[in-house]
């Protein structure tokens, strides 16, 4: 099965980075879910509860993230700027991070018209932001089934995947030339894919009801990093 396309999403719930290659580990592919917006509560926010998170690019460099708001504003942190430790609550799970001041972040506040934290994972984590595993494959084969059943078609980036892979065949696990990646569960769906990535408007019902219906509202397999590598666009993975 070949990698058709890799994404990672440095910042949790915000607009994916298309990569030519990727190194893999146990966390999942490197840079993805580093990096969240927390709300006053503790709690990571996902698209269900901001949905214009949808709207905004991050980009890395070296000594800085770079958050780009929807194309009205830009915001550079350092990785210095992380120094505040606090814990995050992700579905239940806490994990530590370190908060940058809330002053660099209040436009990214104002943006999303709520009080948010910026924060950053800390020391040797044990995850990152993610809702559940560290890695999320689809194929185009899962697309073109559902799509099949939906009055109109959804592109692949309502489902937010770190790999796409070519074909619809199942597997149990995927072995490349460096990594293998072990199937863990199918990934159950919410409200996040009726969220037009674009704009970040709330499209629903589609494609969420024909999930629940045809699909028992799964779209995607989680998979955990088995043996550490690099992951390559065009790399054949042996199914297994």
Same mark, same amino acid.
């Given at each position: /099965? ?8 440095? %910042? ?11 190194? =893999? ?5 490197? &840079? ?10 503790? $709690? ?36 210095? +700027?992380? =120094? ?20 660099? %972040? ?12 910026? !924060? ?10 993610? +809702?559940? $595993?560290?890695?999320? !494959?689809?194929?185009?084969? /899962?697309?073109?089934?559902? &799509? ?7 592109? /692949?980036?309502?489902?937010?995947? &770190? ?5 619809? $065949? ?47 509202? &799964? ?22």
């Amino acid at each position: /099965m070949r990698i058709a396309a890799l994404y990672v999403y440095p %910042v949790k719930a915000c607009r994916a980075l298309a990569l030519e290659h990727a190194a =893999a580990g146990p966390l999942g592919l490197e &840079n993805d879910r580093r990096f969240a917006f927390v709300a006053e509560d503790g $709690r990571a926010l996902t698209q269900r509860d901001q949905p214009l998170l949808a709207t905004i690019s991050p980009a890395l460099d070296a000594r800085a993230i770079r958050l780009d708001l929807g194309g009205l504003l830009q915001l550079t942190l350092a990785f210095s +700027d992380f =120094a505040e430790t606090v814990s995050v609550d992700v579905w239940g799970n806490q994990v530590r991070a370190r908060a940058a001041p809330e002053k660099l %972040v209040s436009e990214a506040a104002d943006y999303l018209g709520a009080p948010v934290r910026f !924060v950053a994972l800390d020391g040797k984590p044990q995850r990152a932001f993610v +809702d559940s $595993r560290p890695v999320l !494959v689809t194929t185009h084969g /899962m697309l073109s089934e559902l &799509n099949a059943r939906l009055p109109a078609p959804v592109g /692949m980036e309502r489902f937010r995947p &770190n790999v796409v892979l070519e074909g619809a $065949r199942d597997w149990t696990a995927l072995e490349g030339s460096e990594v293998l990646l072990e199937r863990d569960k199918l990934c159950g769906r919410c409200e996040v894919t009726t969220i037009d990535q674009a704009t970040g408007e709330r499209r629903g019902p589609e494609p969420l009801r024909t999930l629940s219906e045809r699909f028992d509202g &799964n779209f995607g397999v989680y998979c955990r990093v088995a043996r550490a590598g690099r992951l390559r666009r065009g790399e054949i993975l042996q199914p297994s």
